[in-house]
């Protein structure tokens, strides 16, 4: 917690050996006043950058608070910086607190940053999560064409976005639940510091692995980070959260004081410590054993039975509602998705909810899901507007708008293309694109008329259809969205890697804690387990690429030569091949007749999905992967030798390279990111590739059922178009001779 946060009781005094001097102790208590006078902070932004971008835009998600925090008096601060272009006459930035309006301003900050500060009423605040709806109404200085609505913007600035609370209790935890106000720091991060003084015995990894996940999911922030060590550096911040965890022996390694009961029994309680701070939590117990049992008071509090039907996905501390999970047909309404009534003037109006799906889900192919739209556009609106529907940002369907002088739509049909569907969350966004004769003249004052021209309803209907259910390996993407398999196991998973290195053990508990918080459970983890004897089960390998067994490297489609040549400082210099290849073939696309086949390779794609892969009777064989020098960490799947499990590995050139690349990857907008076959994160984590599946087994995952297998079927046939094609020819040849067969039999002979 922060720094500047009071104590509600004087430090304990550290042994005779490491007292502070009559100076040293005056100096900590003037610093303890000064703190006593700060009021606690907490940032807001749960994301690295936050920009209302267009003529609309809206972002939800919700705050957990304490009750002490509830109850003090309570200041919000916002600081925001908008385009030169947005005009503070017709532009308004709002922001409300559980339905209560606390922010309503023009948006008048183009020069230089501003900084908003107002008193939050008394009653509006309360324990738990509360809910804070951010919106933007911007309208342009002069033009009045759709395409400047892209240049509209205002950008929310997360370290001069906050609460500060008033009083000495509000910023600290008194309760191990607390944690779920850990909130985030000023860059929108969370990170739990883990201090384990005896973290080089091999018993220490699986409780440390297990708590981190308790811990994600108590928070369940969106960029959680873990570091692990021996001892403690300082005390915690905004956003950070120190916790230590060690058998009673232990803590007079890293505590000036040992609590009296940590040698009796498992505790897990939070004390105050003159180095690493107030409400540092401590986890501890005669023995492992102990310490193991305190965790898992923890963990009750969070985890979910395993085989339980998972009806939503926790996302409201990043976008609220929570994302409710579509096990099969279903109809949900957009008042109950998050989406109000929404009355636009302007010429471009977005909004979006999320869907999830579960890790089996297997309709890509061939499915389609309907939004029955109720909406109205106004006689101003001409022929040539259109309504889009974006899936995960991708074009699903565009509706025309053809006639002239108005209409209301009830419940009209849009049929949406599930190719763009992934296991876990996903986002549907609706767009308006009008098009009037007054944008056209753009007579003064015309960019910001009142005039209502598009109204959205919340009666409006998502029609999920049935759809197959059969899990995929290898598919990064189903880790990504609900931790499969690892979430569903029925045994401890097989954690292989390097527990001498702080870095990979830091890296393994914020990779297994993000998984947790896919999955929306705890996974069990077996750190004892050697590579050698986790053939036939699911396993996981985290460690730098030196350290993987070259055969665990072949099993994933790595290939064992990187393990001596990934990150030479010489790739840097060396052109990429792969990069080269694709600029010579952008150069040629329409050059020659290599050219023609491929601009038509590329319409059969865009108009019939139809590419060269569909049309294979066996898929193509998949090469070993070799990293290139930019990639910093590469994640690859694949089914076991025994193919009885999945294995998953995660590397780098080394383990400074595996954290920092880690954390990148478990970050909420990379983690969704995650896919195919392999995927690679390039140095700064700004960029992601994926190697997509050719080969790929099907893995059971529901009771047998024709009407499953039906659609299994289906959609596999859609996939592979040649082999469709083959089947419905023996099928025609078979209807053929059945039906000679049988007018020859009831026919007349000559």
């Known amino acids: ?45 749960p994301f690295s950058e936050l920009v209302l971008s267009g003529e609309y835009s809206r972002r939800a998600w919700s705050v957990f608070l304490t009750p002490e925090q509830a109850a003090a008096a309570t200041d919000l601060h916002l600081g925001y910086q908008n385009a030169v272009v947005v005009a503070p006459e017709a532009s308004r930035l709002e922001l409300s607190v559980n339905g209560s309006s606390v922010i309503g301003i023009p948006i008048a900050s183009s020069d230089r940053a501003s900084e908003i500060s107002v008193r939050i009423p008394a009653g509006v605040l309360h324990a738990g999560l509360n809910d804070i709806v951010m919106s933007a109404i911007q309208r342009h200085r002069t033009d009045c064409t759709i395409e400047s609505t892209y240049e509209l913007w205002t950008q929310i600035d997360p370290s001069r976005t906050f609460f500060t609370f008033e009083g000495n209790q509000a910023g600290l935890w008194k309760r191990v639940e607390d944690l779920r106000a850990i909130g985030v720091d000023e860059t929108g991060e969370t990170k739990f510091n883990l201090i384990v003084p005896s973290m080089g015995q091999a018993a220490s990894t699986a409780p440390v692995v297990r708590l981190g996940e308790a811990l994600a999911l108590m928070a369940n922030m969106p960029n959680q ?107 949900l309404k957009f008042s109950g998705l998050g989406v109000n009534t929404l009355e636009f003037s302007g010429r471009r109006v977005r909004t979006d909810f999320a869907v999830g799906v579960p890790s089996d889900f297997y309709a890509e192919a061939y499915g389609h899901a309907t939004i029955l739209l109720d909406a109205a556009y106004s006689q ?52 308006a694109v009008l098009l009037t004769r007054a944008d056209t003249v753009c007579a003064p004052g015309a960019a910001s008329s009142d005039s209502k021209r598009f109204a959205l309803f919340d009666s409006s209907e998502f029609v999920m ?128 007749w290599r050219g023609q086949i491929s601009s038509f390779e590329d319409w059969m794609r865009q108009t019939f999905n139809i590419s060269a892969s569909s049309l ?47 954390r990148a990857l478990t970050a909420q907008e990379t983690w969704r990111q ?18 997509p599946v050719t080969r790929f087994d099907f893995v059971e995952t529901q009771p047998f059922s024709l009407a499953n297998y039906r659609l299994v079927v289906a959609n596999w046939l859609s996939a592979n178009a040649l082999s469709y094609a083959v089947v419905l020819t023996l099928f025609s040849i078979l209807l053929g001779l059945a039906t000679a067969g049988l007018l020859g039999s009831l026919g007349r002979r000559k």
């Open 616 to 662: 294979r009777v066996f898929p193509e064989p998949v090469a070993l992967y070799k990293p290139q020098g930019n990639a910093s960490l590469v994640v690859a799947q694949e089914a076991s030798p025994t193919e009885g499990g999945t294995w998953t590995v995660i590397t780098a050139p080394n383990a400074s390279a595996l954290l920092d690349g880690a």
């Open 1 to 45: 917690m922060s720094t500047e946060r009071p104590a509600t009781a004087a430090p304990v005094a550290p042994p005779q050996q490491n007292s502070a001097t009559p100076a040293q102790a005056a100096s900590d208590a003037g610093k303890a006043a000064r703190q006593a006078q700060s009021p606690a902070r907490r940032y807001l932004v």
């Open 225 to 331: 980070a873990f570091e692990v060590s021996e001892t403690g550096s300082k005390a915690a911040g905004p956003g950070m959260a120190n916790i230590v965890v060690a058998p009673a022996a232990d803590l007079s390694k890293v505590l000036a004081s040992v609590p009296a009961n940590a040698d009796a029994g498992p505790i897990a309680t939070l004390i105050d410590d003159p180095t690493l701070g107030p409400s540092t939590l401590l986890v501890s117990g005669p023995n492992w054993q102990a310490v193991n049992l305190a965790i898992d008071d923890i963990a009750k509090q969070v985890d979910r039975p395993a085989g339980s039907l998972r009806t939503s996905l926790a996302t409201r501390t990043w976008r609220t509602p929570d994302v409710p999970m579509l096990l099969d047909a279903n109809t």
């Open 465 to 592: 259809p049935d759809f197959a259910r059969i899990a995929r390996t290898p598919d990064l993407g189903a880790i990504s969205g609900t931790g499969f398999p690892y979430g569903r196991a029925q045994y401890a998973l097989p954690l292989i890697m390097d527990r001498a290195q702080p870095e990979i053990v830091s890296a393994g508990v914020t990779l297994m804690a993000r998984m947790s918080v896919a999955a929306g459970r705890l996974i069990a983890v077996d750190s004892s387990t050697a590579a050698s004897a986790v053939a036939d089960r699911n396993a996981l390998f985290i460690s730098a690429i030196s350290q993987v067994p070259p055969a665990v490297l072949a099993q994933v489609g790595i290939s064992s030569d990187s393990s001596s040549t990934w990150g030479e400082t010489v790739s840097s210099i060396r052109p990429d091949t792969e990069t080269t290849f694709d600029e010579w073939r952008q150069q040629l696309r329409g050059s020659g």
């Open 674 to 691: 995650l896919g195919g076959h392999v995927t690679t994160v390039e140095t700064g984590g700004d960029k992601v590739q994926t190697v």
């Open 380 to 431: 101003d609106v001409l022929p040539g507007s259109h309504i889009d529907v974006y899936v995960n940002d991708n074009i699903a369907a565009t509706v025309p708008i053809t006639t002239a002088g108005g209409e209301i739509l009830r419940h009209l049909p849009i049929k949406v293309t599930m190719r763009h569907f992934r296991p876990g969350d996903n986002t549907i966004a609706i767009e």
